[in-house]
């Protein structure tokens, strides 16, 4: 298992480290207020340290997203009156089915989703400008029975789907939490994030008894995204759903924007 300096010249080390630090913080601020810090940190991950595999950077990765992504749940969890029934029911189906998601690599392709995923971006995009008042208002429209078997629905095709492919999973939940449950974006937010710490779990339950992260990075990653998700959660909480809207919006055009490229060059 690689501890993350020796992969450096000690007198250079800081220099990546400074940059890891940054991507860090500015994608805990992003993943707080509605997902998607992925699209910032796994870049930065691969940009700075071009020579490491790819099971080590996405590990070193999902340390850092899970700390910070817990963080940001905490405090959520302390201002928002949670719907802990449909949240923790999605979040246990999410942790199961991402481990079966993360096995289903080896037998396939996961290039074919990459076309399937831009168009549902573009259509939860369209949606969500095109109705206005979406997000805006929490009323719930589930309950028993009913809310429970979605909640898991919900709950094991996002797991899946994280362990499977992973770009958007934020997204994808609170666009999902808000169409299928009735919750406003501050709620959806919220319980997206208790959802995406049990399938970082299920992640790192794989990467790291294989030794696929680098320790000193993921540390300093995980300070930084600590101190970015601080930020979020308190401009998501203090602003409220309009603006969690608003982020999201921008959010999905950047997932569209990468899917897009990455579709473009399949062909």
Known sequence: MSLGVDVWDPAMAWGPLVILFIASGFAGYVDAVVGGGGLVQIPALFSVL???????????????????????????????????????????????????GAAAV?????????????????????????????????????????????????????????????PGTGSFLVFLFIRGFGFDFLHASAAAKVVNVATNLAALAYFVPHGHFLALPALLMAVGNVAGSVAGTRMALARGSGFVRRVFLGVLVVLIGKF???TWWLF
């Open 50 to 100: 071009p020579g490491e595999a790819p099971a080590t950077l996405f590990g070193t990765n999902k340390i850092a997203s899970v700390v910070g992504t817990g963080n940001a749940a905490w405090r959520y969890a302390r201002q928002v009156a949670m719907p802990w029934r449909a949240t923790l029911a999605a979040a246990l189906a999410a942790f199961c089915l991402a481990y079966l």
């Open 106 to 166: 080896a037998w396939l392709p996961r290039q074919a989703l990459r076309p399937v995923m831009l168009l549902l971006l573009l259509g939860a995009a369209v949606y969500t400008f095109r109705r206005k008042d979406f997000g805006l208002e929490h009323r719930p429209g589930l309950a028993g029975n009913r809310e429970l078997f979605w909640a898991l629905a919900l709950g094991g095709g996002i797991g899946f789907y994280d362990g499977f492919f992973g």
């Open 260 to 262: 897009a490229w990455d």
